[in-house]
């Protein structure tokens, strides 16, 4: 199933000629009817003399509805281009040649219509007008079909060389990943809101659950139908009309499209490769605001130059376009780029990443390099660019995201992953170059901890994670891979440096060693923090504290009490002791045990509590381990 698009002047016979062809009026409107000129989408089909059957879009050609053709052409197969033999070439005409270039049409016909209204010498004037104006885009060297639908003169070679024209023509890719980007949007009597539109990238069955994006609200394909005929499966190219059941038709409008869910996700901005036009009027500024046309939507948006200040007339260049609207885009769709006021068409080209991870600084070469890669890379050399723009990501969003079909994607990814240039932590993947700069700025993060508390075991995890930004499986993941590939060391509920150890310097010693010769001298009942501070001065500060537990020479018991090693140890067995005999100890009974007051035992035991040691029951601790 192809799809053909009408394109040319206003009134030069396009739906006139599309009514000759298939005996169906495109003129939906009846205001059209009134007026005699199309100004909104119309639709037909025909079945070629092969037997194909084709879906053909009508759209307008007078300036003032050219988004509305840009709605229509976005997902055509080719071009059926009308010049009529009276008037020749026109400037909607060059317009809508320019916007089938831009889109990368490459196959077309001319219908050269009105022939009836032209002797053969002028007939032949405008054949050779038509030869030139197709010189150098996308349709140089399209046959050209004298036609006149009034008389029925061409209709039969019209229709041989659309076949022609198909004979070769690849059908549509199936990625596995159905969308519908919509273009009209009505209510059917008895059945609710339909929309219609190409499908692409997949096949759509009866019944399947459906998303409508942007804006996520979740529907079903309650019918199926094709040139009004009844389906239960729709392929890829076809044009097709759903039944979207339990949505209004306020809920959907032109330019959403209809997808499975995970198929596709609203997006603010994608990379392209940019072309302007030879005939714009002007270079195209960096940050200059556009209409952007992609699919069946208009939005405006913003363009970032990423390696120049302006992009001359006729000439191309990698930029991000950021929209203040998303829009739901795949990669490699193309699209259209217009002056706000007055509406000039001014280029256009292809979405080579439909979700960027990042707004791009200017004039990096790494990024252009990146985008390269992206737009003419090995699928390998694309999934792993996937995989290192969007670092950490699902596998399963690198396979969508990549724009490659499913299968060839998902095996790319497996190469890489056993070659080792991608690594898995659970769902998410990072490329080996991601988790290099991962173990970078942990050792940058880990060394200005050091040097700034130098007298601190290491950071603590959390910081660490906070400082990486990673999520917490991630975190502790990378974390455990970076440990056992000696990157960096635990200290309990710190990470560090493999190389830091905290190191006094002698007059530290000297204070530490006066801190546990205080301790020592009564060790069941030490004098407090302030109580030290007070006698050996403020150079007993946290940082020093800190160090003297973390290297082993004292126990900190709540925020006011240190006690040596031995004395800890001593209590703490005493006390699991007396469980183990008992079952449960008080405050008085632990008091008893050591001749001391409730000053050192309700600290102790409160911190044997948060030790998960003991466990309070009321006024009494039960053990909870040995």
């Keep these: 199933m192809f799809t053909i698009g009408t394109a040319g002047h206003v009134d030069h016979g396009k739906s006139t000629l599309i009514e000759a062809l298939t005996g169906i009026d495109p003129d939906r409107l009846r205001e059209e009817k009134e007026r005699g000129m199309t100004i909104d989408l119309g639709f037909a089909w025909l079945t070629l003399p092969s037997g194909r059957e084709i879906s053909i879009v009508d759209v307008p050609g007078h300036e003032r509805f050219i988004k509305n053709m840009l709605a229509g052409v976005g997902g055509i197969d080719a071009a059926l281009l009308v010049v009529a033999a009276d008037e020749g070439v026109m400037p909607q005409t060059r317009e809508h040649l320019a916007i089938l270039d831009l889109l990368g049409i490459d196959r077309g016909l001319v219908a050269l219509t009105k ?215 795949a990669k490699t769709d193309l699209f259209i780029i217009r002056q706000l006021s007055p509406g000039v068409t001014l280029g256009g080209g292809q979405i080579v990443d439909p979700a960027p991870a990042r707004r791009h600084r200017r004039r990096q070469p790494a990024v252009l390099e990146a985008l390269e890669t992206l737009a003419r890379g090995t699928p390998s050399e694309i999934v792993l660019q996937t995989v290192e723009l969007r670092e950490p990501a699902a596998a399963a969003a690198v396979v969508r995201a990549s724009g490659l079909e499913a299968a060839t994607a998902q095996a790319a990814l497996d190469a890489l992953l056993a070659g080792g240039q991608v690594i898995a932590f659970g769902p998410a993947v990072l490329s080996r170059s991601g988790v290099n700069r991962i173990r970078l700025r942990a050792a940058e993060h880990l060394g200005a901890y050091h040097r700034q508390h130098p007298l601190r075991p290491g950071m603590p995890r959390e910081e660490l994670k906070s400082r990486l930004q990673l999520a917490t499986r991630l975190f502790n993941d990378v974390l455990a891979r970076l440990v056992a590939e000696g990157a960096v060391a635990e200290a309990g509920v710190a990470v560090r440096l493999p190389e830091h150890a905290v190191r006094l310097d002698p007059a530290q010693e000297a204070l530490a060693r006066r801190v546990g010769q205080r301790l020592a001298a009564t060790p069941l009942a030490p004098p407090t923090l302030p109580e030290l501070r007070a006698e050996l001065g403020p150079a007993l500060d946290d940082e020093l504290l800190a160090a003297i537990v973390a290297l082993g020479d004292a126990v900190r018991v709540g925020d006011e009490l240190l006690f040596t090693p031995a004395a800890y140890a001593e209590m703490v067995a005493a006390i699991v002791a007396f469980l183990r005999e008992h079952g449960t100890i008080t405050v008085a009974e632990a008091r008893d045990c050591f001749g001391t007051s409730r000053r050192y035992v309700l600290p102790l035991l409160a911190h044997l509590d948060r030790e998960r040691i003991t466990r309070r029951l009321g006024d009494e601790r039960v053990l909870v381990k040995a």
């Design 115 to 329: 022939v009836d209204l032209v002797d053969e010498e002028w007939l032949a004037l405008v054949q050779e007008e038509i030869g030139a104006l197709l010189g150098g885009t996308t349709l140089e060297g399209a046959t050209v079909v004298p036609v006149s639908a009034l008389r029925g003169d061409g209709l039969d070679a019209l229709r041989a060389a659309l076949d022609a024209l198909l004979a070769d023509a690849a059908p549509r890719r199936d990625l596995g990943r159905p969308r519908l980007p919509v273009d009209r949007v009505f209510t059917l009597g008895g059945f609710g809101t339909v929309v219609t539109g190409t499908l692409l990238d997949g096949t759509l069955r009866l019944g399947d659950e459906l998303v409508v994006l942007p804006s996520g609200r979740t529907t079903r394909a309650r019918g199926l139908q094709s040139h009004r005929t009844r389906i239960d499966l729709a392929l890829p190219g076809r044009r097709v009309a759903v039944n979207l059941g339990g949505l209004a038709t306020e809920e959907v409008q032109r330019g959403d499209v209809v997808t499975v869910p995970g198929g596709l996700r609203p997006t603010a901005a994608f990379d392209v490769r940019l072309r302007l036009l030879a005939g714009a009027p002007r270079p195209l500024a960096n940050a200059t605001s556009v209409g952007v046309h992609c699919g069946t939507a208009e939005v405006v948006g913003k363009v970032t130059l990423l390696d120049r200040d302006s992009l001359a007339p006729g000439a191309e260049t990698w930029a991000q376009i950021r929209l203040r609207t998303p829009l739901a885009v």
